[in-house]
């Protein structure tokens, strides 16, 4: 195997690395290749085991029991493996940009630089490996021992002041790291490489995007079909054009496009499904909410008994719509003011209507009128939603408002017992009469 | 790719892409990119831990509460996730919110963004008083009628319907006997504490 286009790592006779002071391994992957992608004329390393150091990329070729060493001071950057379609059929790559000597040699310092994929065959973690090599890119431990003191490395083959001999006999160098300026390059190099990854990160995503604009277009004439289509060729559905048209519902949802649901069409199975699960779902806090519950509280309880997976408000709303085809207790509407609830099929507007008239009839309300939080109590339901009763009772001419610095409050509508011939005329009898006793208490 | 959740920029600038090409990514759970992604649970959870917030302080503000205080209020909730929230975020959860009709949205009043709850409507005298009591957190009837040169009658109803709605709430005790309108939503709570009788 020849991996001389590498600096050589030493190993034991067991073939284990031999370590630096100070050097300690972090993690060890198999079924590892090297490769050295500008430069096919360099043999790629193939199968051995990566172990990842504090200090060191070490690749051990086991049969010829030889190591190959990039020193991790010399990796300007590392790149993620990939997380795309295309890669979830290849085995996971990281690529390394490593320095390049004067005289061309890899992993050494220098002011050109090389790109190495790190081809992780085996059953590994190559996100748990990836992450660890970033901390250690990172954190930069090679440096930390020359702050206490001690003199470290950066480069195998060149001498200078204040070397020192370690085990492997190579020769030590001084890597200037002084305070401030050292922990600015720091941020700088974890901006950097910020920067790099959401690039990186990119690069996939604007894969993914091309693609995904040539389905869109597609899945947008789709769409366009199957909205005209239902209606225009009614006699003409059998049974495969439905389960087509079902299909495409499902993979246009997938895409992004939320599909309609029409009178012909009943949307992705997925919403089919959906909206049995929450008819099911609703009852119990329908019972609680004295028959009728605001659809955005709907949303978060059910997302939070989900747990994961959560719904999309769009895909509430799309399930409810269907109720409308299922033979089920509930139904979703729209008050004017354009809050969404859920109630029972069996809740009757006349009877709320009934209910809040009596109440407002009571010689409190005829002179003091009903509040929302009055109509909520008696109803039984939310004070938001006791409003949206009074102002429909109110637009049905049952009740009339009073707006005040407390809000708004209720009264029995008096104008119809008002002769409008006569508005002077005070009736002694009825409704009028009851208003003005009870409003005549206060004198 | 945990870098979607943990990384707002890169959140925003997927955002970009999806509108670009003409996707939605959140529209449905179902959706191949909430999945991939797992930015689905990250969005509909924000918005469910919103509408618990906006819920819970509708009392002391009337269903008008300042983004920034919204976003404060979820970092508390959200600290052991560790992942951290961003103004956009806030935003594109509410859009999504806005649909199920209880009046959720975003709206902009002066410098500053306030989350609605409520299906309150505020019309544009409605606004310019919120954006005035942004100084101070309070106005009066004849701050608004000099300020903005209005009538005491229009600078009064404006206040007084704020005031039913529950935005507002009345301080009478000054010793100038002028009535203050304060407003929890843009009021933070070290000006409305401060404030002696």
Not at chain 1, 135 to 140: E, K, T, V
Not at chain 2, 135 to 157: F, I, K, M, N, P
Request: charged share 25%.
């Amino acid at each position: 195997m020849n991996g001389n286009w590498l600096p050589q790592a030493p190993l034991t006779a067991s073939g284990r690395p031999v370590l630096q002071p100070g050097e300690v391994e972090r993690s060890l992957q198999s079924s590892v290749d090297l490769e050295a992608e500008e430069n096919p004329r360099l043999t790629p390393l193939r199968s051995g085991l990566l172990a990842l150091t504090t200090h060191r990329l070490i690749w051990i070729d086991e049969s010829s029991n030889s190591g190959y060493a990039i020193f991790l001071a010399n990796v300007i950057h590392a790149y993620p493996p990939k997380k795309s379609i295309r890669s979830m059929f290849h085995s996971p790559r990281i690529r390394l940009q490593v320095s390049v000597s004067a005289e061309g040699r890899i992993g050494e310092k220098g002011s050109t630089s090389e790109m190495i994929t790190i081809v992780i065959r085996g059953k590994n973690d190559p996100d748990a490996f990836f992450s660890k090599l970033w901390d250690a890119l990172r954190s930069r431990p090679w440096e930390v021992e020359e702050k206490n003191g001690e003199v470290t490395s950066v480069d195998g083959g060149v001498s200078g002041p204040g070397s020192r001999d370690g085990p492997s006999n190579s020769v030590w160098i001084a890597m200037p790291v002084v305070g401030v300026s050292g922990i600015l390059r720091k941020e700088q190099e974890i901006w950097e490489s910020t920067d790099k990854s959401l690039q990186e990160a990119f690069q996939d995503l604007n894969a993914l995007m091309s693609k995904a604009k040539e389905m869109v277009s597609l899945a947008e004439k789709m769409r366009l079909k199957l909205l005209s289509g239902s209606s225009a060729h009614a006699n003409v559905a059998n049974d495969e054009e439905l389960g087509s048209n079902q299909e495409m519902q499902d993979w246009l949802l997938s895409v992004g496009i939320a599909s309609p649901v029409t009178k012909d069409s009943a949307g992705a199975l997925y919403h089919q499904q959906l909206s049995r699960q929450l008819a099911d779902f609703v009852q119990r806090p329908l019972e609680r909410s004295g028959g009728m519950i605001a659809v955005i509280d709907i949303y978060c309880l059910f997302n939070r008994a989900r747990g994961t997976e959560l719904i999309s408000p769009e895909d509430l709303l799309q399930a409810c719509a269907l109720w409308d085809k299922l033979d089920v207790p509930v139904m979703l509407r729209k008050f004017d003011s354009g809050v969404m609830v859920i109630q029972n099929k069996t809740h009757s507007d006349e009877e709320i209507f009934t209910r809040l008239k009596s109440l407002a009839l009571k010689p409190n309300a005829l002179r003091m009128g009903v509040s929302p939080s009055d109509a909520a109590i008696i109803l039984g339901i939310a004070p938001a939603l006791a409003k949206e009763h009074l102002l429909t009772a109110e637009s049905k001419g049952l009740l009339c408002r009073d707006v005040s610095p407390e809000g708004f409050r209720f009264y029995v509508n008096l104008f119809e017992e008002i002769d409008p011939t006569n508005t002077h005329l005070v009736k002694h009898h009825g409704l009028f009469e009851a208003w003005v006793s009870a409003a005549s208490v206060f004198g | 790719m945990n870098d979607i959740r943990k990384n707002p920029t890169f959140r925003t600038q997927f955002h970009e892409m999806c509108a670009k090409v003409g996707v939605d990514p959140l529209a449905s759970n179902k959706g191949f990119w909430a999945e991939l992604l797992g930015i689905g649970d990250f969005y509909y959870e924000l918005g469910v831990q919103i509408v618990d917030i906006c819920l819970a302080t509708r009392s002391h503000n009337g269903g008008l509460i300042d983004l920034q205080e919204l976003r404060t209020l979820l970092s508390q909730r959200r600290k052991a996730a560790r992942e951290s929230v961003s103004e956009d975020d806030c935003i594109r959860a509410i859009s999504k919110l806005k649909v199920l009709g209880s009046g959720f949205e975003v709206i902009s009043v002066g410098k500053k963004k306030l989350v609605r709850s409520v299906p309150t409507e505020l019309n544009k005298d409605h606004n310019e008083i919120l954006e005035l009591a942004q100084a101070q957190g309070y106005v009066t009837v004849e701050e608004a009628q000099r300020r903005l040169s209005w009538s005491s009658g229009r600078a009064t109803d404006a206040l007084e319907t704020l005031l039913k709605e529950g935005l507002a709430m009345i301080d009478d005790g000054h010793r100038d006997g002028k009535r203050r309108y304060w407003f929890p939503c843009v009021a933070s709570m070290s000006v409305a504490t401060g404030a002696g009788g």
